[in-house]
């Protein structure tokens, strides 16, 4: 509705450098990386399947978050799941 004050646009954040450590709307941690059709995909820092996101419901990751998301693949590297 033209004129809505309550309307409010969500501008799509800038587009990260692949590897970078983003959160999706569920909390999930995730290394962008790449954009296809306007989403974005992000994979599991242990590795797996990507999935996709719409990149405004994204958040870069804290630095609490990239802290255990350092500590996960360095445990699934030493388990031999990420090479």
Do not use: K
């Not at 999930?28 to 599991?44: M, Q, T």
């Not at 990507?50 to 609490?64: F, I, L, Q, Y």
């Amino acid at each position: 509705m033209p004129g809505n004050s309550d309307a409010v646009e969500r501008q799509p954040p800038p587009v990260p450098a692949s590897g970078a450590l983003v959160v999706d709307a569920d909390g999930r941690v995730g290394e962008f990386r790449g954009e296809v059709s306007g989403l974005w995909c992000l994979r599991p820092v242990t590795g797996g399947t990507t999935w996709t996101v719409v990149p405004e419901d994204t958040r870069p990751a804290t630095p609490e978050q990239r802290i255990h998301a350092d500590v996960a693949r360095a445990n699934a590297r030493s388990r031999g799941e990420v090479l």
